[in-house]
Structure formats: C-alpha cells, structure tokens
Nanobody
Framework: QVQLVESGGGLVQAGDSLRLSCAAS????????VGWFRQAPGKEREFVAAINRSYVTYYEDSVKGRFTISRDKTKNTVYLQMNSLKPEDTAVYYCAAKRDWIRVTSGLYYDVWGQGTQVTVSS
C-alpha cells in the first residue's frame, strides 16, 4: 500500500514561491498518477495539478503558468513548484495517488491521500 507525506508548506507573501513535496513509500509508486488538490476554509476541495507515470501533466486553469508539477522517480517524490503566489492560493494542499489517468481532476477517484500541508499567502 502506498503512503503519502506532504511537506513544504508555510507562510509567504504574495508574489513569493514555495515548493511542495509529496513523498511516497512503496516501490510501485512510480506507476501511479499523482494529483495535487487544495481546500480553502469554507470551500470545497479543488483540483490543482496532476502528473502520470509518463510525466504527462494537467493543470487547473487558475494555476497554469504559475505552478509546475514534476516527479523524481528515483526519490519516490512528486513536487509542486508554486510561483507568483496569490492570497487566493491559501489552502491546505493535499497530494493523492491513483493507478490510472482517468478523471484525474476528481478527488473521488484517487486511492491514497496524504495528510495535507498548509500554504498561507499574505497580501
């Protein structure tokens, strides 16, 4: 069973950058697609970005050009590089994993979730 641990969150100012990490246990993680989601207070969880085992990526429109998802299979880790952060990016960020590349924008279809990491962007 794959287990996920996020890290890298913090408090930054608007315009700053952060890199989130999603570290996985389990050697088969390299075959999983991984998605990043976020949930702001009082709002529903929303899709941010995803990457599959062939390094194909997909982004939510509001983060295109600012966020980059990548993976290092040698380290069993997926990253989310976040640049030009805005106050509206404030949320708890979660990574999740699934075996296929179907409906990657819906959290309902992911098998494993991390515990989340807080990102706060001040104006």
């Amino acid at each position: 069973q794959v287990q996920l641990v996020e890290s890298g969150g913090g408090l930054v100012q608007a315009g700053d950058s952060l890199r989130l990490s999603c570290a996985a246990s389990g050697r088969i993680f390299s075959n999983y697609a991984v998605g990043w989601f976020r949930q702001a207070p009082g709002k529903e969880r929303e899709f941010v970005a995803a990457i599959n085992r062939s390094y194909v990526t997909y982004y939510e429109d509001s983060v295109k050009g600012r966020f980059t998802i990548s993976r290092d299979k040698t380290k069993n880790t997926v990253y989310l590089q976040m640049n030009s952060l805005k106050p509206e990016d404030t949320a708890v960020y979660y990574c999740a994993a699934k075996r296929d590349w179907i409906r990657v924008t819906s959290g309902l279809y992911y098998d494993v979730w991390g515990q989340g990491t807080q990102v706060t962007v001040s104006s």
